[in-house]
């Protein structure tokens, strides 16, 4: 019980690292977008 409970635990934590890189990049790319339009 406890190895399953931690597997999911430490699945879910690295989704979640993942999600967030992705979402920092995303505004990365959006604040180079706006730098652009304002040159």
């Known amino acids: 019980m406890n ?3 931690l597997l ?3 699945m ?3 989704a979640g690292c993942n ?3 992705g ?3 995303d ?3 959006g604040g180079e977008a706006i ?3 304002a040159k």
């Open 3 to 5: 190895k399953v409970f």
């Open 8 to 10: 999911l635990v430490s």
């Open 12 to 14: 879910a934590f690295l």
């Open 19 to 21: 999600t967030v890189a």
């Open 23 to 25: 979402v920092g990049k």
């Open 27 to 29: 505004l990365e790319k």
């Open 35 to 37: 730098q652009k339009s």
